[in-house]
């Protein structure tokens, strides 16, 4: 039963998010938190693995999910039940295509798409940082700690980098041994 409940599951994440795996991380973190299948802080330790490794962020966390929940073949099952919805929309705008993009109805959509997508990524990107800053309650302490300023340090300088054009590949490699490097710092202070 765990494989069609995987498969509903990520079928249901797969069909109602428009923008990419950002914007289905809060999808993601209510219905595989609350169904037990992983906790937040292993969401959050899979996000980071998943953007620093190649493939599609919906397909490798959906992977993941499902390998953790049910073998190889709970992965499969998560992973086309994630596919799915793209890939019979993608092949119904190519058959219509010249139809859509001129239809004002769809034009109406997407236009009113973007900012919820805009809004989705946006709250992904709160509930990411409460986990990982703010498990345990916010307190001013915590500010001052060595693995808030330590990753307050490697984001602005990764931002800086980013908006400096830099090469997608350097950043996540300078991030990644900047990382491991805080956490050597960490374990000696």
């Excluded at 990520?10 to 595989?32: C, H, R, S, W």
């Excluded at 966390?61 to 799915?84: K, N, P, Q």
């Excluded at 990107?125 to 700690?145: C, D, I, P, R, Y």
């Amino acid at each position: 039963m765990i494989y069609l409940e995987l498969f509903l599951t990520f079928l249901k994440i797969g069909a109602f998010t428009f923008g990419g795996g950002y914007a289905m991380l809060p999808l993601i973190q209510e219905d595989v938190a609350a169904k037990g299948w992983l906790t937040d802080r292993e969401i959050v330790n899979f996000i980071a693995v998943s953007e620093s490794t190649p493939g599609p962020f919906a397909i490798n966390i959906s992977s993941y999910v499902g390998m953790e929940t049910g073998g190889l073949f709970g992965a499969f099952c998560a992973t086309f039940g994630v596919v799915l919805p793209s890939f019979i929309i993608i092949l119904i705008v190519a058959k219509f295509f010249e139809k859509f993009q001129s239809n004002s109805v769809v034009k109406g959509c997407m236009a009113g798409l973007k900012p919820a997508v805009i809004g989705l990524i946006g709250s992904a990107v709160v509930s990411t940082a409460q986990t990982v800053f703010f498990a345990s309650g916010f307190n001013f302490k915590l500010l001052t700690s060595f693995a808030f300023i330590s990753s307050a340090l490697i984001f602005v300088i990764m931002l800086l980098l980013a908006l400096k054009k830099k090469h997608p590949i350097l950043i996540i490699l300078l991030s990644a041994a900047l990382g491991i490097a805080a956490g050597f710092l960490a374990e000696v202070i």
